[in-house]
């Protein structure tokens, strides 16, 4: 079935560095979806993005979908010890996966302060 | 986030018994799904459900059972036949059908811990 693979599984970074999470997938999906999960906490939805080669902000959050809508990217500029969590990259499994959500396994991120 | 219930927050029960977890909604939301979490790992689908009285096995179904008689509620059986059932169990609901085609938010509960002695 689709697989949707996230890179790095683990990020230590120190407060103020940048850090970046990449999800890719071997088929073109449909759309891509971001949700944080903190220590302890269950997974809140960020953003959504459907077009390809399309970039969304949040602050200093910067999503990007692939032009080839394969490939996904969470970059945080100057990442604060709020930032602390495991960053999940979800999708929509094609037509043999009967449309349910695949998620890739997560990117989580300390942050020394 | 609000609007998703999920009790107890953490669960304690001896191995071969069976146990049911809790899941209710109030956000008017057709479609429910539950997954299992273990440590440093992603999410994996057990069970999801489109509408009322209907649902459909996810990747990991075997040892799971569950039932969606209402809208607001899809619980969760965690039977003796799973041969490894400690992990955090979260449940999940979303306006549309995932074969609608749409991929609409998904909003989670808070989980449940769940421990197997």
């Known amino acids: 079935g689709q697989q949707v693979m996230q890179i790095p599984q683990y990020q230590h970074v120190q407060e103020g560095e940048d850090f970046t999470t990449y999800c890719n997938s071997s088929t073109t999906l449909s759309n891509i979806q971001w949700y944080k999960q903190r220590p302890g906490g269950h997974p809140v939805f960020l953003i959504q993005?459907?077009?390809?080669?399309e970039v969304k902000k949040q602050k200093r959050l910067t999503f990007q979908f692939g032009e080839a809508k394969k490939n996904s990217s969470l970059h945080i500029t100057a990442t604060q010890t709020t930032d602390v969590g495991t960053y999940f990259c979800?999708?929509?499994?094609?037509?043999?996966?009967?449309?349910?959500?695949?998620f890739g396994q997560g990117t989580t991120l300390q942050v020394k302060p | 986030d609000g609007g998703i219930t999920q009790s107890p927050k953490y669960l304690f029960r001896k191995e071969g018994q069976n146990v049911t977890l809790s899941c209710e909604q109030n956000l008017n939301h057709d479609a429910m799904y539950w997954y299992r979490q273990d440590p440093g790992q992603g999410l994996r689908l057990i069970y999801y459900s489109q509408i009322v009285n209907d649902f459909q096995k996810g990747d990991i179904a075997e040892g799971y059972s569950v039932s969606r008689e209402k809208k607001e509620s899809f619980p969760l059986t965690v039977t003796s036949a799973q041969k490894n059932p400690t992990a955090f169990y979260l449940c999940a609901s979303s306006t549309s059908a995932p074969t609608s085609g749409r991929t609409d938010t998904q909003y989670f509960g808070p989980g449940t811990r769940l421990t197997v002695l």
């Open positions: 993005l459907v077009k390809s080669g």
């Open positions: 979800a999708s929509l499994g094609g037509s043999s996966n009967t449309g349910k959500l695949i």
